[in-house]
């Protein structure tokens, strides 16, 4: 099996080297094409206004001056000389959960591969309320994550889905094991935005994403998480919302 590793953290980013790591348990065929920075948050985004670089650290190891989109196209059309069986994007440094997978650039790498007709994983790492940054452990994800990905390989996808998975903020002894569950929703408003002024006198704004107080409703990802299991939840590029189209086309009657 030959599987593409990718990221939004970035080439060097440490949740990549617990992926490969995890990877190298499924299989000895093992490609990184990842972002050569940082692009958390980049979503779905390509990039447009400026042309893409390459660097190559070996055979089978690139960074790649763009977003994990790019990153992922660049793999499957220049780079690796057939398409992977399977892609694998993470592990992400933070939660994905609920409406966070709109905007993750890890979630969006998997979507490029699953509109390439290739099954995709993206797997994120919950932080504990006392860690951010490089204080996040990522000891339950690779404790977990060949246990988690093995039946999903086996499993039989609807075309068209990713497969999000979120491991929780806790000891891999502490996990009560893997619930397949909905996306959640948060109650909009975590966004912060915190002025400050430059040394010319001029206002700039940091964007934060603050903790929100929301309700745990049974049988979504945001619940699961917090009761301790690892959470899979599959997601699917059609984003129509079938029920509402009958109701729209009789508004034009």
Do not use: C
């Amino acid at each position: 099996m030959r599987i593409l590793l990718s990221n939004d953290d970035g080439i060097h980013a440490p949740g990549l080297a617990v992926l490969e790591t995890i990877a190298r348990a499924l299989s000895d065929d093992i490609w990184v094409v990842a972002p050569a920075e940082e692009q958390s948050g980049a979503g779905r985004s390509l990039t447009l206004s400026r042309p893409l670089r390459v660097r190559r650290f070996d055979e089978r190891r690139f960074a790649v001056s763009g977003t994990p989109t790019d990153a992922v196209l660049m793999a499957l059309t220049e780079l690796m000389p057939a398409k992977p069986d399977l892609i694998l994007s993470g592990v992400n440094r933070g939660a994905n959960l609920a409406e966070d997978v709109m905007y993750s650039g890890t979630v969006a790498a998997a979507m490029e591969g699953a509109m390439a007709g290739i099954p995709s994983i993206a797997l994120s790492q919950r932080y504990a309320a006392t860690g951010m940054g490089d204080e996040v452990s990522f000891a339950t994800a690779e404790s977990w994550g060949e246990r988690v990905l093995r039946p999903l390989i086996d499993a039989r996808w609807t075309p068209g889905t990713v497969i999000n998975v979120n491991f929780p903020p806790i000891d891999p002894e502490a996990v009560q094991g893997v619930r397949v569950v909905r996306q959640g929703m948060r109650d909009y408003g975590r966004a912060r935005l915190e002025p400050r002024t430059d040394p010319r006198g001029f206002p700039y704004y940091w964007l934060s994403l603050g903790r929100t107080e929301h309700a745990l409703v049974p049988g979504t990802d945001l619940a699961a998480v917090a009761d301790g299991y690892v959470t899979v939840t599959p997601l699917h590029l059609d984003l129509t919302h079938d029920a509402s189209l009958q109701a729209l086309a009789n508004a034009y009657l």
